[in-house]
Nanobody
């Protein structure tokens, strides 16, 4: 009962920044835990970050902690991922996802997926 659409991807130089957005349709966004995953060419999809419905609890993969910041604006039905100090290894298709429990999303337990947005970091 929710549709997710990512935006904000593109090509940037090493050390640059991007801000990804995920806009949800429907009325369930404000009560859903949200997360970001990414998938590089030839690799499995991996967890990046997640946030509780209230925004109080957040989780980050060790590879992005300190560089990426997850946030949400429930009034706008929008999830964000601020990506700073980007590295070539951050190159991937980034997906947003919605679920019930923020703690379970790290293992991929989600209910809805977006179609993804491509981030390319050149060296």
């Amino acid at each position: 009962q929710v549709q997710l659409v990512e935006s904000g991807g593109g090509m940037v130089q090493t050390g640059g920044s991007l801000r990804l957005s995920c806009t949800a349709s429907g009325r369930t966004f404000s009560r859903s835990a949200m997360s970001w995953f990414r998938q590089a060419p030839g690799k499995e999809r991996e967890f990046v970050s997640s946030i509780s419905w209230s925004g109080i609890t957040t989780y980050y993969a060790g590879s992005v902690e300190g560089r990426f910041t997850i946030s949400r604006d429930n009034a706008k039905n929008t999830l964000y991922l601020q990506m700073n100090t980007l590295k070539p290894e951050d190159t991937a298709v980034y997906y947003c996802a919605a679920g019930t429990r923020v703690g379970e999303m790290r293992s991929g337990r989600v209910d809805y997926w977006g179609k993804g947005t491509l981030v390319t970091v050149s060296s």
